[in-house]
């Protein structure tokens, strides 16, 4: 029986989790679960899961929920919030596995304090990695726990790399779907609305990263994280557009040979696979090998999409630069989507406040927060002076 | 450094291993070779690599090559001959590993005893695991020593399969060119000539393989190898059609995920992972992924290529069935290639020659020998039958 704390239990990453605990009742248990400000979704799994300890983001909503627990007849379930209350449900000492599936920066602090509290992690929290890398897998490596990558790409390299050594590596390749604008002329992109960028063509996913998508800034961070996960330099990463999303990435061994992973794209495979590993257990999400008919390739195009090639070049600098690269991106896509810029001046703003960070050491969670906030403010003011409006909000967002 | 014995180093697959040693002079070293009857080049390899023992096909061969050899001042090399010849290079005290690649049941008995001899045998003979696949397998388990196969698509699976654990599989999926007829309607088979079968599209192999390749009874072969060496039943592995032979083959573990192994269309490579097994080392033989473009899969057509379903009923039945398929088969691809038969009688002659062959259990590879033979003599009279002609000829081929 595997323990289970979910950090981001309403989001799409934790309902998919728990999609995964329901199919396996005897194997996966719930211990602690972090919600978010969706409380009513919050109340129904705490019904449904009776964790230890459930955390939602304010203290308002705790006690609203704790009457409601109340009311229902609930005992038993301990409820925290805020900042703290996901460090809690992160390090509770009955659980084994942690999925860490809390969108942007305000999962860093709680996955970090998992880590150190030697659970293994399952990781969907992209910032994770691309801002504070260096930090949770040093981590990592100190208490001989694995991380084990929760997203299509990085879980896919993860399985091929079982087919020989780190040190047999010569080059990782993730797929691409090329997001909605593959084949749109770069001359056409001055037009893009904020629904087309919306319309990705294989994942349904939350916005900030279908815009991530669009650009293949999404992309780029996977870039950085799979250098980070799997410790290799950037020039060892490849990207390959892959439309179809069939294969979602692949491992070229020093040899010549390359393993590939093909999968339905469904987010509970690699959720299931990294709350197994190292074992499969049979599921019912197979892909139907004999409908395959084509599949098909193509390099990406690094000056139609700058983002990516941003990416890879903060991922060669590390340190601030790929914190920078993360705020100043959820700024940008931010203000893409309210409309205040265009979808070419993301990259644009992007490398602006890029540039102007100090590449630096960071030391500790608290310094990427605190490089992350300023990040972002100088990010905003850049926005505001672009569209001519006051600058948009520049918090993290908080879980 | 490993110490290698090559049976049936004067054909495709020796040549290539010894091109495989050639580029790694530290890591192997040649100790035997059984050639065939090329004595020609059978001398060249002793003067270029100086084996403790070499093998040709008749006594007459080998007192040439022992005064050529004396002629030119090499020395040091003894010479045998025929099938006690071939067992004295495959059980040589001083290798580590053999590779077993002479063409048909002559490579059967030598294969068989370097596995009781405890060696590991890398396995490119398609006879060892079709006719006597239990035996060998076998005695490979009794020994604790691996079997590695030596031909892209096992060896793609072999590859594969380090993604899991065996009771994790699901399903192999092996990979079929689908031959040069893929394209070819039914009603245009009673045409085929010998050129047109032997014109392989992504392979270029012996002609008995290329026209098994065209008959699709290869991948029938291969679905049998595949039964045997990864010990499951034919109804766990699946056949696709792929036409670019880019994917070798693939794994489909019980989860849902697909593991797949992409390469050149080169013998070396298979070769190199056998011979470094379970590490790998850095080769040239590299495949482009950034020149990928597109892939193609479709279901293999039973009705069109009845070989293929032939094999998978053999494998199920097993025992004696095995040996006459392929024993069948190289008498009624040889009538093919003599005129003797048309395209489309192969799959006759075969099925007609199997179903009056009694299943059996084979306890000796004498015995499958014994059986080879008598179902030789059958098939050859079908075809004498069927042709109006005089019987072909029923030996199986020395080395």
Redesign the interface.
Known sequence: MKRIAILGSTGSIGRSTLSVVESFPDRFQVVSLAAGRNVDLAFEQAKRWHPRVLSVALESQAENLKHRLKSAGITGIEVVHGASGTVTVATHPESDFVVSAIVGVAGLEATYEAVKAGKTVGLANKECLVAAGELITAEARRQGKPLLPIDSEHNAVH??L????MD?V?RI?LTASGGPFLNTPVSKFVDITVAQALNHPTWKMGNRITIDSATLMNKGFEVIEACRLFNLPPEQI?V?VHPQST?HS?V?????????????TDMR?PI??AL?YP?????????S??D????????PDMEKFPCLQLAFEAAKTGGGKTVALNAADEIAVSAFLEGSIRFQEIPLLIQEVVSETPVGKLESIKEVLMLDRSVRTIAAEKVASLSGRSPVSVGARKN
Chains 1, 2 share one sequence.
């Open positions: 399985q091929c079982r087919g020989g050594q047999e010569r390749w490849s390959i294969i692949l070229e061994f020093v040899d010549g040979s390359i393993l590939a992973q093909l999968s339905v495979l299931l696979y197994t074992d499969r257990i049979p599921s019912e999400l197979n892909f090998l004999s395959l008919r084509h599949l098909d390739f193509s390099p």
